[in-house]
């Protein structure tokens, strides 16, 4: 259709929308807001020319089979917005297995199995036959199949600029990584304290109404994070995630063996990690802290990776889709605030206002 009748139809809808708002009740327009808003998206883009052809634009300049047609007579270009659907999923996926790993890098416990596998070869470890040193030996000859340390750097540095590996040159680094990943954990845990207070001072029959500034902060970063990690995790890094992950998985079994525990007196796997990091790696790595931070940064990840954060999306129903996220951003941040690298942490305003870009009031 034309520019005119498009022109036209986006006046006489608002007059229409106001007209059936006003006449419904106010207990029954909320179930058609929505509905509304889509049927109106749907006319503009039947009424445009939104099959993609080039007519408009040859009408436009003359070269159509009408030859130059008034300009209320050319068709409206219709633009489908796509860009937050261009996201390739398995790689944001796969970023939320990396950080996983990550976060396990950070608890030595690739560094404790190396010691293992030195001590058994060196014979002091007083282990022959038991299924600890039977995987220790499967590990050692399965080296050479691995992506090895230095790769796992160069890919911590890629998706989240962890690290002080030098990134290939000519390969796209997520600078903002940490920033928006502590912004996105403030905002959704700032959601639900925004919650938790409307549910106790507002009263009414709109109570279920909930505050929507806090919904356009987490979608916002949310967003961001989404594009970031798509466009830095390209290449090997889904290879990469898949097979450490396997290896990580080995490697926590091995660490759970009965000869493995006997050797260092312990009863846990993660007490095997502790002895070995305090008597030959200078120290443990945070353990506590750590384990809960890769449990429940994976999950927001996973939970990025799988919501698109459509603008127009019901309040109601996102904070349904939000609330398993909540518990997960709360500890996160507090386990967070544990670690020396999170020491610094300012707190959830300030952290919003930097990721947002807001300006401190003066003091």
């Known amino acids: 259709m034309s520019y005119n009748t498009t022109e036209t139809i986006q006046r006489l809808w608002a007059n229409f929308l106001r007209e059936q708002l006003a006449a419904m009740p106010a207990t029954d327009r909320k179930q058609y807001e929505q509905q ?23 009408d436009l300049v003359g070269f159509g089979g009408k030859g ?22 398995s790689q944001l996926h796969a970023a939320a297995e990396l950080y996983y790993i990550y976060q396990h890098e950070r608890m030595k416990v690739f560094q404790v199995v ?28 399965w080296k050479p199949l691995r992506y090895n340390q230095r790769d796992r750097m160069i890919a911590y540095r890629r998706a989240f600029n962890y690290g002080r590996v030098q990134a290939p040159v000519g390969a796209i680094t997520n600078v903002n990584f940490h920033r928006q990943f502590v912004g996105f954990m403030v905002a959704v845990s700032q959601y639900f304290r925004d919650l938790l207070i409307g549910e106790v001072i507002r009263g009414g029959p709109l109570i279920e109404q909930r505050p929507f500034g806090s919904i356009g902060t987490v979608q916002r970063i949310g967003l961001d994070l989404r594009y970031a990690l798509d466009r830095s995790t390209y290449g090997n890094i889904l290879a990469l995630t898949v097979e450490t992950g396997h290896y990580l998985n080995e490697v926590l079994k091995l660490l759970d063996t009965p000869d493995i525990k006997k050797s260092f007196d312990a009863n846990t796997k993660w007490d095997v990690i502790e002895m070995v990091s305090n008597r030959y790696l200078g120290g ?5 802290q750590r384990a809960k931070m890769a449990e429940s940064g994976r999950r927001i990840l996973q939970f ?20 398993p996220m ?10 967070y605030r544990m670690t020396p690298e999170g020491r610094g942490f300012s707190g959830v305003t300030p952290a919003l206002r930097s990721v947002l870009g807001a300006q401190s009031a003066a003091v």
């Open 304 to 323: 990025i990776a799988d919501n698109d954060f459509k603008t127009a999306l019901d309040p109601i129903l996102f904070q349904s889709e939000m609330r």
């Open 114 to 141: 190396q010691v293992l596998q030195r001590l058994f070869r060196e014979g002091r470890m007083r282990i022959q036959r038991g299924p600890g040193a039977r995987a220790l030996y499967l590990l050692d000859k």
């Open 36 to 58: 509304l808003e889509d049927r109106f998206g749907e006319l503009l883009k039947d009424a445009a020319d939104g099959t993609g052809s080039q007519d408009g634009f040859l």
């Open 326 to 335: 909540g518990s997960h951003a709360e500890a996160w941040v507090a386990a």
């Open 68 to 89: 130059a047609v008034p300009f209320e007579n050319i068709s409206y270009p219709y633009i489908q917005p796509d860009f937050d659907d261009s996201i390739v999923p």
């Open 284 to 288: 443990i790595g945070e353990p506590s």
